[in-house]
């Protein structure tokens, strides 16, 4: 499969597009996600460090002390804040538009490049109260085919659980979820005009 778009330098071979449009990263909202992440980090410290002795029973079978708790609250909350972080230093956008298809570049384990004569529908999809743009493709297979390792598992789970492995998390982005979703309707029938004038 042919990639879209040369941008940046690194992974994506060249099919020029014409009337672009990039969809930025929100750092306000990046922001505001991130701080909610290096509390989640403090209150790890304080449970591992400073917190009376305590021991969790999960599920009646495994018991976890708060120094055990704790520890997984940093890891959480430092390993969320390293991805936020990231994405507020993005030097590409989180998506970029064109009249062949668009470029997924909202988190690291996105399928990169969708062609939009392979897009079949646009749901939404909400997961732990997020709202995510689903779209679902006709071949969703064959994009899958292309991946290996723990990124191809990952979307796996997405395709089984959500019909596709394209989801695009809208709550971080410089855009409301209407807004996103009327910008790839106007692309794809844009694509549709284009092909049937030829």
Same mark, same amino acid.
């Given at each position: ?79 969320? =804040?390293?991805?936020? !972080? ?8 989180? /998506?970029? @538009? ?5 470029? %997924? ?65 809208? =709550?971080?982005?410089? !855009? ?8 790839? /309707?106007? @692309? ?5 005009? %284009?092909?049937?004038?030829?």
């Amino acid at each position: 499969m042919k990639s879209l778009l040369f941008y940046p330098a690194k992974k994506h071979r060249i099919i020029i597009f014409e009337n672009i449009v990039e969809i930025q990263f929100s750092k306000k909202k990046l922001m505001g996600f991130m701080l909610l992440s290096l509390g989640i980090t403090a209150l790890g410290t304080w449970t591992a460090f400073f917190a009376e002795d305590m021991e969790l029973s999960l599920l009646g079978v495994i018991s976890i002390n708060n120094t055990i708790l704790g520890i997984c609250f940093i890891a959480l909350g430092l390993g969320t =804040s390293y991805i936020f !972080i990231k994405r507020m230093t993005a030097k590409h956008p989180a /998506l970029i @538009f064109g009249r062949k298809g668009f470029v %997924h570049n909202t988190t690291s384990y996105a399928i990169k490049d969708v062609l939009w004569e392979d897009v079949e529908a646009l749901d939404q999809v909400k997961v732990a109260n997020q709202k995510f743009l689903s779209v679902r493709l006709r071949n969703a297979e064959t994009y899958l085919d292309t991946l290996s390792g723990t990124k191809k598992k990952m979307l796996m789970i997405n395709y089984k659980r959500y019909g596709t492995p394209v989801l695009i998390p809208v =709550s971080n982005l410089n !855009i409301s979820y209407d807004q996103l979703h009327e910008t790839i /309707l106007s @692309f794809m029938e844009n694509s549709k005009e %284009h092909t049937n004038s030829f």
